[in-house]
């Protein structure tokens, strides 16, 4: 099903089965903005921050490295721990920059030429964001099994 708000669209399906634990990075208060413009999805979004899993928490509390540089995220985390994975490079480099090449692209007709581009890019960067995650998370477990 989907649900339209203000011009978005959310496809409801995308929403994962309630008895399944999320790793997110820091997605939290996104989450909470998209369930207060969609009303009637709210209470399942609702659902889904209660069962949440801040990676974000776990590397603030037990993780330090230099080349952090005092920050937590993810761009910073990534290159300490997986120093062969980088977003250099990539069209779209975070997460503010992906929503505004989302807005930007979803204005356009399909079949665009460039809302094509656009979108491979989008896909790309999410893609490598998610497994980003994971080898953050594979990392911080190697660091501490003895």
Known sequence: MLVWFKGWRVNEGLLPPENKSLTI?????????????CPDLADRIQGLVERLWDLCACVRLGFYHPGLKGSFSIKAVLPALVPEMTYQGMAVKDGMQAVEVWSEMVKLPNGHQVKEGMERSLL?????????????LEALKNLSTP
């Open 124 to 136: 790309q960067y999410c893609a490598f964001d998610s497994i980003a995650e994971f080898m953050v």
């Open 25 to 37: 990075y820091f997605e939290k208060t996104t989450l909470n903005a998209i369930s207060a413009l």
